[in-house]
């Protein structure tokens, strides 16, 4: 008899290990919890900012390449472009919960400043879509252009929608789901930011073909004129900002720079390999390093780096939670 | 040399010839392969030295203009075409964004570049439209790939030499194919010239002609069935002339008493001997060649069954002494009239399996021989014992003995010693070519020794229970 039962508990301690090895690591979020998506090896990285300290690492083979964190503080939304659903995570349980159908060619997401809605740039459909929080789909508004890059005015009355291939830059209203005027931009526009207090929304990129992106362009919000260039070598892809300035990561020459509101450099920095995206989370910096796997933890005050801390392959979107 | 449709000349020399063009195609194109294999991976890891010379002196931090002005100056000595990439989107740093451009760099080359390795590439490049074989070594500064130095030479060179290699290589091969198939045509004939040659031999043996050899030229397969060929025609030959005087011998043989028969006949029929007394002697002398044909004619069947594979022996145990001792009871009155003495010496115990019929008539054959060449006055001994190969019978007498070089042949059909072929002594002239055949058909050995004027000894060997 003796033997059955070892063979019993062996069967099942198998079973059991081999069940829960499918799960996730649980992770306690906090506001200083971020997120990378790293797309080279499919992974997600849990970072604590306080602590200076990968504290997760989720496999979870499958092509995401972007993600929210809804207003609940638990819940992970990850999408992606070749991707027909979106799927929620329970950070704290480790477990996958859920999936919206929202369709392949998304790009990229936002959760509103209300918290209340997410809209998803889909450049397949040429749309923008609008889901709430409970995953139902509010409202569809077609674009002339592929959307990539979104962003949201300071007081949420306005959406702008950063086309990447078809060189145009809509301003929607999100309330009434309507385009307000879309304007022409350079060819090959990633990453944007709103510099309102001068009325101009700075847009970064690529360069087209061949040419590599030297600077970036600021346009008039109102009027859709380029208003100037801001020389940032080479291809100023992302931006962030918070009280000490404006902060532009270039992914060509591995570099972030430190501007104010009127394009003017107070500094400079040499960082990661290939940075896609900085973030501004607390009163810190962090960039993430595509191809050194790494993010950089940097005060925006002297551009100091404070930590590197080692993630999963190619980390391509730091994502954090609402304000 | 003839071709004939489906000769083996034909076909060795097509296999030869095939062989040949068969290996030289072969052989054309491996050394084809390895020589472009080599070539290329020789060319390739001399451009990656080459690129890793070089990289040396990169010394971290953005690609300087120095470095560039360097390996742009380097380029115009340098064999193979070299020059710097630092386009981070020739290098696909651009990579997770779906820039439509086709990059110096793929994203596969590009991680390998990340890890540090250098990238070989062969093959058709768009960029630059042609074939190429290139070495790409990164230049990294910690993780960051800040440039490459991209080293190629066009793949058109490597197939100029190979194709003056090739030329050369065909006009050697088709030299050599030449002289192959002209030493092979040789050859062949030279193979097979034997076999024809035997050919017509056997043709030449089958219309009669069996005096026919053929020249034997060499030792091998070819030789050995020449060698075996002539032993078999010189068999042939043999064979008829025996069978040519075998004949001539029956036929002289029979004509002998024939001529008897047919003399005496007449001269009774003719009514020419009147005396009574005179005719019952013709009648007897008729009577005896008449005995001599019925005698002469039994002997050839016998041996004519015997050869022909159909005599059966009627076999069954026997006390070999009791048959001899009762056997040559019936010669005592011949030989008393002869004044022989007669001694005999018979092991009683020998046991033999046989045909008793047939021991008879050796025995016969070989008292008959000793009795009629054994003068008056004379001895005959005949023994019995045993012997590591049976049993030995032995007949001794102190006839007239036989010559030395007749011994070997004393068994033949209708050979004589005495070569006038007289009857007189009687006797076929078979009896000791029928007496050897059935010693032989009992498993049995016959041996005869002999010295002139002396005697003769006939030695009988049986295997026995």
Known sequence: MKPLITLVVFVFSVLAGGCSSDGLAPVAYSPSVIATMNIKDMSVSFIDISKRKNIAEWDVEKPYNGGIILPDGDTLLLYGKTLKEADLYSMKKGEKTGSWKIGKGVVNGLLLSDGKEIVFSNDEGNTIDFYSTKG????????????????????????????FHDEKLNIINPEERKNIRSFPIHASAAGAVLNEKNNEVWVGGHGKGSN??????????????????????????????????????????????????????????????????????GNILAVAGYDSDDIYLVDPENLKIEARIKVGKGPFQIVKGGK | MKFVPGSLFKKLWLTITASILITILYSFLLSYLFYEKLYVDQEEKSLLEEGNRLALDYKGGP??????????????????????????????????????????????????????????????????????????????????????????VPLARISELTHDFSLLWLMGGAAFIIIAVYLGFKMTGRLTKPLIDMKRAAENVSQGDYSTRVEIQSNDEVGQLASAFNHMSRSIEEEDERKRDFLADVSHELRTPISYIKGYSEALASGFIKKASEQDKYLKLINREASRMVQLVADLLDLSRIDAGQYRLEKHLFPLAQLIEDFSQKYVPTMEEKQITFQTSLDPDIIMNGDEARIEQILQNIMDNAIRYTDNGGVIRLSLSKHPYGCLLELTDTGIGIP???????????????????????????????????????????????VMGKGTKVKVLFPVL
């Open chain 1, 136 to 163: 139902k789909q509010t409202g569809q508004l077609h674009l002339n252009a592929a959307p990539l890059t979104l962003l949201e005015s300071g007081k949420g009355d306005r959406l702008f929608a950063v086309s």
């Open chain 1, 212 to 281: 590599i992106e030297q600077s970036i362009h600021v346009y008039d919000i109102e009027t859709g004129k380029l208003k100037k260039q801001i020389h940032a070598p080479e291809m100023p892809v992302n931006f962030t900002k918070n009280g000490s300035g404006l902060f532009v990561l270039s992914h060509g020459s591995s570099t972030l720079y430190k501007l104010d509101t009127n394009g003017a450099e107070h500094g400079s920095l040499r960082i990661g390999a290939n940075p896609f995206e900085v973030e501004t989370v």
């Open chain 2, 63 to 152: 690609l300087s203009d120095k470095l560039k002005k360097d390996i742009e100056w380097y380029n115009g000595k340098s064999e193979s075409e070299v020059f710097v990439v630092n386009s981070p989107r020739e290098l696909s740093a651009c990579l997770p964004f779906d820039i439509n451009y086709e990059t110096l760099v793929g994203p596969e080359e590009r991680d390998k570049l990340l890890a540090g390795e250098a990238v070989t590439k062969k093959g058709y490049e768009e960029r630059f439209d042609r074939k190429i074989v290139a070495v790409l070594v990164p230049l990294l500064d910690g993780d960051r790939l800040e440039g490459i130095i991209y080293l190629y």
């Open chain 2, 404 to 450: 030395p070089e007749d011994l070997s042949s004393i068994t033949r059909r209708f050979y004589r010693v005495n070569k006038a072929r007289s009857r007189s002594d009687g006797g076929t002239g078979l009896g000791l070519s029928i007496t050897e055949k059935l010693v032989r058909l009992h498993g049995g050995r016959l041996e005869i020794e002999s």
